[in-house]
């Protein structure tokens, strides 16, 4: 079920946008060789607090075999795709960094990612970096009321494999309200003019999950960190997104 969201509704989630948005600009300064993972998701956690915000991924699970997740960001570096567990890993010269904050403030979720390059990153990586925020202009521009959640997923797909790179599968992106998963689901692939359309009031997170090389994933063993099968470099960005009578509003913004 979808739920349409409404002027003062949109008002806290643009709130709760803004928190998130502090929270990752706080770590793209912070972000650079030699720092921990954990030492940033301390930093998202002191932010979040000062803004009488609460971390939504921490204590997350989805199934009874997988431990709850537990830390306030994901932290996933280079092959790491998603889902990252911040820990004593320090960033080093080069690497590709993607930190994922979701936020509850007032009742209503922000969820918003962003890939950082550490200091001086290779060409193939500021490409696929280039690639992965340009996808997700292109599924934002194509989140317009009249649409349809398929156009929206085509376009990413195929700006990004356009560009000879991968999307995938099993993850994508989401309806965020007073949970940080909602109906309806938005793949990074489809086909256009199929699915949910898309009506003002829609709040959803898009989320391009973008492989350098092919698009399959597998889960380490610590149940959580979702990386690219061949070790070739990911990037992720995601933003939530409310569909306006004008096109889409950017709510993980500052
Ligand atoms: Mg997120
Ligand atoms: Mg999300």
Redesign the pocket.
Same mark, same amino acid.
């Given at each position: 079920m979808i739920v349409l969201k409404s002027a003062a509704e949109l008002a806290i989630m643009r709130e709760a946008g803004r928190i998130v948005a502090r929270v990752l600009e706080a770590i793209r300064e912070a972000a650079r060789p030699g720092v921990t993972t954990t030492e940033l998701d301390a930093l998202a956690e002191r932010i979040l607090e000062q803004h009488n915000a609460r971390p939504v991924f921490k204590g997350y699970t989805f199934s009874e075999e997988i431990p709850p997740f537990p830390a306030t960001i994901?932290a996933s570096v280079n092959e790491e795709l998603v889902h990252g567990i911040p820990g004593s890993r320090r960033l080093r010269e080069g690497d590709l960094f993607t930190a994922?904050?979701?936020c509850l403030y007032n009742g209503f979720v922000g969820? #918003?990612?962003i890939t950082i390059g550490i200091g001086t990153i290779s060409p193939e990586a500021q490409r696929l970096l280039d690639v992965t925020n340009e996808a997700l202009a292109v599924g934002i521009a194509a989140a317009k009321a009249g649409n349809r959640i398929g156009d929206v997923s085509a376009a990413i797909q195929c700006y990004v494999e356009g560009q000879g790179y991968n999307v995938v599968r099993g993850y994508g992106g989401h309806g965020v309200g007073r949970t940080m998963h909602e109906d309806p689901h938005v793949p990074n692939y489809g086909r256009p003019n199929r699915g949910t359309l898309l009506r003002p009031g829609m709040t959803f #997170?898009i989320?391009p999950m973008v492989l350098q090389g092919k698009k399959e994933v597998i889960t380490l063993e610590d149940r959580w960190t979702v990386v690219a099968k061949d070790g070739k470099l990911t990037a992720h960005c995601?933003h939530t997104i409310a569909v306006t009578d004008n096109g889409a509003e950017i709510l993980t913004t500052l």
């Open positions: 994901t994922d904050c979701g969820d #918003a990612a #997170a989320e995601e």
